[in-house]
């Protein structure tokens, strides 16, 4: 296909207004009358709440509201354990947690507010270790609950029979930190309830119906009583789905006082109340024949869901399964307990789970490559799952690039002629690693749909309006939907203009979770184009006497194949679609919901239209006196189908890149009884530019057959690699094998010693 | 909480405002506003804004001793002639400092009154002998920084006196100086440890040597023990070894959120020893 617009490098159709410093995200909006939040948070990690006195702080002049738990509905909300109100009642749970609410006429005097309420408190013993969550003596997180919150046991195949089928049996187990999302926009909510008791609530979300589906059940009134309008967000990589609390608090406080409330976290809030990725203790097992195939893969998995559930459990899931569906495995065998503790609640995270079990995998193979003698590019290539084939769970693979990834980022890294070269013996060390991993496109799961929607209108001047409930978050899907429809129409990219989500406007939608925007809502976005442009042919028809399939649409100009004077220029068609007898203006909708299988109950189906691809190699420096790793070069393939828009992609890929690189080195959410100590920028140390080497990001296009124009999804797949690349190079460099993230200074230095001293730390 | 902000422009004015009491001090204002707002830090009454006080800027030669006004920012350690050419162990310190941003704001007295174990130029100015000028309603003292500070976040200063000058003696022939930071990230992180080092260098041998430590103790310290191992010695392999050891020895540093004390004695042994490799080479 020769597209001028689909699989070209344009600037995201939200590009201008952002860097004018003119896109109106929530913490810019304002109404008359409204009024500003702040949160009061619970200091312990778990503490009965004794006593709560507002009187001075409602006396307070400029005080409007000061709300706590026992204010807010007893309806429990949650996404699928109902568990939360939308403030703290009885105890917290966990240092941050909300306990009370203050509305006010400025962010200063409701700030002074909290100073003024009185709290008591009566401290528990706090479980802080996941690993003591299931000791009989434990302390109850939820009382008269064990601290599990789920268990989730998979076998298929014979794992013992493969182990004993191996040439080589390798263990080990891994610690995977939690990580901060980052975004920056840190979360920010304006609600306010109209003269008919209706809520309205402009919010930084990645999906308006689940935004209002957790508002109505928090707030325990009609879904339909409640809209949703998604202001623009600047960034959610996972945080701003479905475990969001201060859109809660802020919706809640309007319905109190009838004005227009705000909410806007600063940093330290955000990172008090906002979404970490779900750590975990990670003991793997794998046998390997001498040739490199994988015999048997047996996990155990212990999970911190801290406080509440969430997603928690659906991420725990992917940590436990989803690597194995990338290889041909037979015998693999989980073992996966989540359990709650007295932290802050754990759940979605860009690349959902599965960072966690792909920098354990990633690790384990290049062990054992190392002492089979083989290269682990090799071990993964003859594994490699292959379009056409049904993995181990039942997926269903269409298209799989890993082959090529792995191809592309060997060559580009230049591994052969790198790892050839003699050993650095100085104090600084250089060495390579690689790693692959694989991510859904789409996940059927939240119930049984994971469709798409899209109401397309063309209007008399021949420009299209897109309507979706799907959330661009700043990765591009407004961009790819435009694309997709100027192109199918044959108009100007300019001309396509994709509406903001609003639940009381677009169509049903689950929003941006699981990459399936690009593969659903593409889909859907085609569909809907298909539909348009054949209502506008026909009425080009009539118009031009000429037979329909006879008829284009190139440059907004519908002409003839054959006749070169019958032209119709398109405002003229849609005109005419409207003003004739029993005419409309063209409006269409289309609903592309998936040919896929939730799974059963024994996680067995084929839960995505298609599956995507990473692999990654990098090249490290490692300063021996120091402990500091330096990334010297990064080569990072990502398979999505099909690149509706490569620079979109590749900015995708290159920041999954550099997320990766801070969870990996930098990023250490760190603690003291129990509080989080280091909630801000300086401490909580993420990538800065120093800290990124020159990024290669190459893009493998698999063509996908369920997906639009063969596109799958792109983003959370490049995420995965990236650690452990970085942790097997390392191992390259200085033969130290990190196996606890992050890999900090201290631990390299810890294990060079320990290395000296012949394996005694 | 704050009631009264106050701008002077001139000395008297800003130390009459000093006196008058429950002031706080405000210059680059990059430790006093997040300190502030993250309730590590209380606001006096007042807040006075120091930073259009004339004649507290930059640096120059008075007799034998180089003077760098208390406002001088960090940027301008990093990016004045005058500094480069005299005390290039400031601007080397100052390239290693936060980020553009903070090195514009940020001020050599600020981090002199944050007293912060890791503020990233008082190592470089302990290894340079620096004395701090300090002037209140009643007059003006010289303390030496060595002495000057008690704790984190502490130091002699008595609430009224506001820091003006930094004086160090001017350089003499053969004076080298270096200093090297280490945090986990290589850009805008605090440090973990730091090192100084500075002697005059002749022959191959070092004199009159200066060794100071960051982020080991609760105040930037100096390093006798190191200093002792090198004093008078020839900088060959083994004076460095020694001196490492010496080092390590000496510190005795604590567990916080950016390292061991086991991590901190290590890289104090191997700064030390890549320090006085740059020290060697000028
Ligand atoms: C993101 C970030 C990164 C940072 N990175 C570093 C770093 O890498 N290295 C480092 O050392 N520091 C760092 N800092 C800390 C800070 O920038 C420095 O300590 C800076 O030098 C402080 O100067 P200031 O003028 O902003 O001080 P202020 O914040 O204005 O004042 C600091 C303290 O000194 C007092 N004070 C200020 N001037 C005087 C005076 N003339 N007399 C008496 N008392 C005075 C104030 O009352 C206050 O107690 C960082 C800070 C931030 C926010």
New binding site residues.
Partial sequence: MNSPIVGKAVPQVTALEKIQGRAIYTGDLKQPGMLHAKVLRGPYPHARIVRIDTSQAVALPGVKAVVTGADTPTRLWGVAHKQQRILATGKVRFAGEEVAAVAAISEDIARDALDLIEIEYEELPALLDPARALEAEAPQVHDGHDNRVKEIRIARGDVEAGFAAADLVHEATYELHSQYPGYMEPMATLASVDGNGRLTVWTSTQSVFLARARLAEALDRPVSSIRVIQAMVGGGFGGKIVEERSSLIAAFLATRVNRPVRLVNNRLEDFQSGCFSVPCRLWLKMGMTKDGTITAKDVRILANSGAYAGLAPEVMLVTAMRSDNMHRLENVRSAADLVYTNTMPRGAFRGFGGTQMAFALNSHLSVMADKLGLDPFEVHRRNAIRAGETSVHGWQFGSTGLRECLDQVQAGIGWEAKRRRPKDTGVRQRGLGMAAAMHVSGNRTLGNWDGSTVVLRVNEDGRAFIASGESDMGQGANTMMAQICADELGIPLSHVTVLPPDTDTSPFALGSLASRVTINGGKAVLQAAQQAKTQILDAASGLLGCPADDLEIDQGVVRSRTKSNATAALPQVCRYHVFRHGGEGILVRATYDPPTKMMDADHYGNIAPGYSFAAQAVEVEVDTETGQVTLLNSCLADDCGKAINPMAVHGQTNGAAVQAIGWALYEHLQFEDGRLANGNF?DYTMPTADSVPHLQASIVESNEPNGPLGAKGASETAILPGAPAIANAIEDAIGVRITELPITPEKILAGLRAKREGGHA | MVERYLAPTTLDEALKALAAGDA???????????QSQAGRFKLGRTLVN?RRVAGLQGGAKEGDEIRLG??TT?SQLREDAFIAKTLPVLAEAAD????VQ?RN???????I??A?P????LVPLLVLDAVVELRSAKGMRRLRLDEFFTGPGKTK?TPD????NIFVPAPKPGFVARFAKFGTRPA????AVSVGIAGIVKDGKISNVRVAYGAVAPTPVRGRAAEAALEGKTLDAATLAAAAKAAQGEVKPISDRRATAWYRREMIHNLVKKVLADVAHG
């Fill in positions: 300086a | 706080t001090i405000v210059a680059g204002g990059t430790d006093v506003m997040p120091i208390a406002l960090i290693h400092f936060a980020s903070i704001m940020g001020t050599l007295g600020g981090n009154g944050n912060s890791a503020g990233d130029t200063r006196e506001l820091i003006t805008l992180d605090i440090s």
